[in-house]
């Protein structure tokens, strides 16, 4: 159908990005062909050891969804995400097809095997996450093609995650977030990915931070080294929610946060994690 | 000048039926309009508020299927087929509704702009969770804003109507 009216159209999934969009005349399509009205695109489901989300699965639903809180990272990043209302229609696959800087499900889910499957005229196509987000707002996505699923696969035994962002009020988005997905063994750290948000085009990933984790118990001390790390990886732009400077220490702050929620979920323990706002 | 006048196409209209509060509404109305705009402009019901028009204050808070959503971020076409319910809605029978009540009896509104919005939410979070806590309510109406009360009254109103709700 996109195809039929060429470039101008585009797709319309939960409409909390795109019609505000809209009304800045910052988008401005021709045609606009409403995803919602097709049944099967909302599901969350498991199988071959990975949990499958519908393209227009709403964020609500992953939020109230135990099957989905079985990794608390993404409890924590669709609990956050904007308010109740938005969650309501917002959606998952939409998310990541807008590709926002400052969107929640790209630096959450990059920190796990994440494959995004999209459909067009030409067939079907399983892109990694890393691949599908290439720059902000731009994705691999053809301009006839969507999303239809987002595959994450469920990391081994004795890990943990979690996601936490500051937003200045909840409605708007983050000032910067920390996605943080650890393995470990024995108080050991096999593997760790941490990932930031809101300061950089895309999601950034602090490998120098991972690097620094990994064969380490998680002390203080291993947690402030990998916050410095991750620091320095960051590259924030500064504007309304802060300075530059303003945004690496707080960057530094929610890494530093996250790994401990991380760890802590990796011994088993029940921590709560969220988006903090006032 | 020919240019003005191709600048401004005739916009094909299309027809839209969304049942409102029990009652069907059916309008021809152009595509790119806002539910907001098909309940106070289409329908007259001008309880729905516009506050920012940016989805940030929630003042166009509406039921949508029984859930909270933001009529200024939604087109009203989206809306074909399905239930809303509005703040004209909540009364029956000339008897308010317990939230309508609950935020009369706690003084949980000032200028009234933000409270249709207020309400709305308020009764999806209580058909929820009939007993939340004060940091539940909190997170629950973080998407709506209001500038006069400073909120603490809201959430005694909120609680007091999921008291009275259930004691009914």
Known sequence: MLGQFGGGAKFLAGGQSLIPLLKLRFANPDHLVDLNFIPGTSFIKEGSGALHFGAMTRHAEIEHSALAGKLPLLHDCAAGIADVQVRNRGTIGGSLAEADPSGDWANALITLDTTVHCLGPRGARAIQLGDFIKDAYTTALAHDELVTEIEVKIPPAG?????????????????????????????????????LGCVGLTAIRATEAETSLRGKSLDDKAIATAAEAARGAADPQPDMRGSAEYKRQLVAALVKRAIQIAAGRARGEQVEGAHLYA | MPEAAAATPTIEKIAVNININGKSYLRQIE????????????????????????????????LMNGLAVKSCTMFAAQ??????????????????????KAFGDSYGLQCGYCTPGLMLLSHQLLSENPEPSEKEIRRAIAGNTCRCTGYMNIFKAIELAGRNMKGD
């Open chain 1, 159 to 195: 890990s943990g995650g979690a996601y936490v962002a500051f937003k200045r009020s909840a409605p708007v988005y983050p000032s910067a977030s920390a996605a943080v997905q650890l393995t470990m063994a024995d108080d050991i750290c096999q593997n760790a990915a941490i990932a």
């Open chain 2, 31 to 62: 595509p790119r309009m806002l539910l907001v705009e098909f309940l106070r402009e289409a329908c007259d019901l001008t309880g729905t508020h516009v506050g920012c028009d940016t989805t940030y204050c929630g003042a166009c808070t509406v």
């Open chain 2, 79 to 100: 809306a074909d087929g399905s239930e809303i319910t509005t703040v004209e809605g909540l009364e029956k029978d000339g008897k308010l509704h317990p939230i309508q």
